[in-house]
């Protein structure tokens, strides 16, 4: 079975651009988590999808957003890009919320903002 | 409000000997913890994982310790094996949501 897979895997793109990145989840899995690794912030939740319905939020502005699409596939989105903005990140996939399922997480793509 | 600590930035260990790699938490009502570990250009893999209701949980090398009362948890390997060297993540949720919160990281090193 392929496991989470994100596209592209790195990018640079200058400041007050924007930027979509692609995840598409396990075959199977229905609900996609997006994350943001920094070196001061460390690995933090951006939201999550199910069923093409956003379920959970984290503390991101705005600017910052995402969508899933029917075959459970995901892109987050990020506007007006801002130097802090560079970091990597991570998709997770998972079957349900049915308890506590692990997350299975993608590569990430590495975003560097100039 | 860094609900999830690791304090260690990072441990080194000899090969054979055990590593213990420690969590804090803060926020009472998480009632499940992960293990995930990460390699350069990868993204984290899960290890082992542990309810609340449980305070130990065993998988081949690893296992986790939880002590609720001290909001503490451990991950224990044995015996270390130079591929466990990697980054260490604890990460908490609460309620069967798909938000981890995740510690800092621990960056593990088995020497020969």
């Known amino acids: 079975k392929a496991g989470v897979t994100q596209t592209p895997r790195y990018l640079i793109k200058t400041r007050g651009q924007q930027v979509t990145l692609s995840c598409s989840p396990i075959s199977g899995h229905r609900s996609v988590s997006w994350y943001q690794q920094t070196p001061g912030q460390g690995l933090q939740f951006l939201f999550e999808?199910?069923?093409?319905?956003?379920?959970n939020k984290g503390n991101f502005p705005g600017r910052f957003s995402g969508r899933q699409f029917s075959n459970s596939r995901s892109e987050m989105n990020v506007s007006t890009l801002e130097l802090g903005d560079s970091a990597l990140y991570l998709c997770a996939s998972t079957w349900d919320r049915t308890l506590y399922n692990e997350q299975f997480f993608g590569p990430g793509t590495r975003l560097t903002v100039l | 409000d860094q609900q999830v600590k690791q304090n260690s930035p990072s441990l080194s260990v000899q090969e054979g000997r055990i590593s213990i790699l420690n969590c804090d938490y803060t926020n009472s009502m998480f009632d499940y913890f992960l293990w995930y570990k990460k390699y350069p250009a990868e993204g984290p893999t899960f290890l082992i994982s542990?309810?609340?209701?449980?305070d130990k949980n065993e998988d081949g090398r690893f296992t986790v310790f939880l002590n609720k009362s001290a909001k503490h948890l451990s991950l224990h390997i044995v015996p270390s094996q130079p591929g466990d060297s990697a980054v260490y993540f604890c990460?908490?949720?609460?309620?069967?949501?798909?938000?981890?919160?995740f510690g800092q990281g621990t960056r593990l090193t088995i020497n020969p």
């Open positions: 990460a908490a949720t609460l309620g069967g949501a798909q938000k981890l919160v």
């Open positions: 542990i309810s609340s209701i449980k």
């Open positions: 999808y199910f069923s093409e319905t956003q379920r």
